[in-house]
């Protein structure tokens, strides 16, 4: 700890008691460009009057999109759009439909088959599509019972015998 | 000559509207080296020692009009190129996010390189062995083995008392030669 007689010593007792500071040069070391002196006034001068200029209309607004800090906001703004808007999409509800496309019928028919035992068939029936219910589909038995009948109905009526149509190209 | 204007001739000069840039010329010139080289000896790089002695005469631009004359116009002056190169090394300490003795090893890292700088071997050790102290320190032994400031003077500028900047010259004196002896 240094004693306040010491500090207060002269400076030249000081500097003779530290004998390696005493020994470096005093002289400046360091150097500047050529003509630096010359030339910095009027570059001082210069910037004086660029700071001291009203900035145009056109001028500030850009300085200002251009600027620093614009450019970090509108970068933020960015980025709090595009997180918003992909929380928004993994949030969105997905339909029964969309799931159930997904899942193969063999996985569906093997959940009823091990979960469901007992199925009432009445309640079956309110899933059935309103059209089915109202004109149920005829058996094909039917339907071509219907379509021989016609056809020999037609041929009575034009005098068509079975040998005419066997011999038709 | 621009130097044989008094100070209160210049500021004078200043107040009126059609001599102020012709002062403000003068008051470049008549003080730009002893500024710039106050800067230098704190901040080393010539190009950042341009950069702050430019802004250092924008801030007198635009300052000088309320300049009250409490104290001397290079009194006035050495204070301020004295604070912005502290809010220079600052924000340089703030873009590098490093400790301020990183921001000391790279100016002294660049010292090796420097272009302008024309002294020998033992003359940049010492300026390796200032730039471990600390600001005020540095500022202290600076103004005073190099400028030979007088302490009431230096009282004035940096706001501090004597006593205070005896025991910074003392302790930065010492500092200094023990990493003189250890390098």
């Known amino acids: 700890m240094s004693k306040i007689s010491d500090i207060l010593q002269d400076d030249e007792s000081l500097e003779k008691e530290n004998p390696l500071l005493h020994s470096i040069s005093k002289e400046n070391p360091f150097s500047v460009p050529v003509n630096y002196f010359d030339s910095l006034p009027s570059e001082i001068i210069e910037k004086c009057r660029e700071k001291v200029e009203p900035k145009t209309w056109g001028n500030g607004i850009l300085t200002n999109i251009l600027g620093y800090k614009w450019r970090l906001l509108t970068t933020m703004g960015c980025l709090a759009v595009i997180c918003y808007l992909s929380i928004q999409l993994n949030n969105r509800p997905v339909s029964y439909e969309a799931i159930a496309k997904n899942i193969p019928d063999s996985l569906i028919v093997e959940h009823f088959d091990k979960n469901i035992t007992d199925i009432n068939v009445s309640t079956l029936e309110d899933f059935q599509e309103p059209e089915s219910i109202s004109s149920p589909v005829k058996s094909s038995s039917d339907s071509t019972n219907n379509t021989d009948q016609a056809i020999i109905a037609y041929l009575i009526n034009h005098n068509i015998s079975v040998s005419d149509i066997e011999n038709e190209p | ?4 204007i008094s100070d209160s001739d210049l500021l004078e000069q200043f107040r009126i509207e059609s001599t102020r840039n012709h002062a403000f010329h003068i008051l470049v010139n008549k003080y730009q080296k002893r500024i710039y ?147």
């Open chain 2, 37 to 183: 080289w106050q800067v230098r000896r704190i901040i080393v790089d010539h190009d950042d020692a341009n950069d702050v002695v430019q802004n250092v005469f924008i801030k007198v631009w635009r300052n000088l009009g309320n300049f009250k004359e409490a104290s001397s116009l290079y009194t006035w002056l050495y204070r301020i190129a004295t604070n912005e190169s502290l809010t220079f090394l600052k924000q340089k300490k703030a873009n590098m996010f490093v400790p301020f003795d990183s921001v000391s090893r790279s100016i002294s890292r660049k010292l090796e390189d420097d272009a302008y700088f024309s002294g020998d071997a033992i003359q940049k050790k010492l300026q390796k062995a200032i730039l471990t102290l600390p600001d005020k320190q540095r500022i202290v032994f600076n103004m005073k083995y190099f400028d030979n400031i007088k302490y009431e003077q230096m009282s004035e500028m940096l706001d501090t008392s004597v006593g205070a900047l005896k025991a910074s010259y003392h302790h930065a004196v010492k500092k200094i030669e023990v990493f003189l002896k250890n390098n």
């Open chain 2, 1 to 4: 000559m621009g130097d044989e």
